[in-house]
């Protein structure tokens, strides 16, 4: 059984920094694409960053690809959000997910066929 397990996440305040963690089992995702999305309350689900398993990253934009830091660590099965300078614009859950996809980075989430279980990350002012 694939499982994607979250961690990390709570509640900051501007300014302040948070890393959330997405480890899987059941199976290796060395070559595939993975991505973190969020969904602000009352909003849609939308993609924050993604990356292969070269390490390429993609990011939504550009204030994502300024304040955060998608990593992976393939021989842990891990990948990782290193957010900066939050803001309260930020609050929302955070998803990790997994693609079928290894050459490109989708952006639409229904090209992502294993999701973590989400995270609250909620910034106050």
């Known amino acids: 059984q694939v499982q994607l397990a979250q961690s990390g996440g709570g509640v900051v305040q501007a300014g302040d920094s948070l890393r959330l963690s997405c480890a899987a089992s059941?199976?290796?995702?060395?070559?595939?694409?993975m991505a973190w999305f969020r969904q602000p309350p009352g909003k849609e689900r939308e993609f924050v960053a993604g990356i292969r398993w070269s390490g390429a990253s993609t990011y939504n934009t550009d204030s994502m690809k300024e304040r955060f830091t998608i990593s992976r660590d393939n021989t842990k099965n891990t990948v990782y959000l290193h957010m900066n300078s939050l803001k309260p614009e930020d609050t929302a859950d955070y998803y990790c997910a997994a693609s079928r996809a290894t050459l490109r980075t989708p952006v639409n989430l229904n090209e992502y066929d294993y999701w973590g279980q989400g995270t609250q990350v909620t910034v106050s002012s």
């Open positions: 059941g199976r290796t995702f060395g070559r595939n694409v």
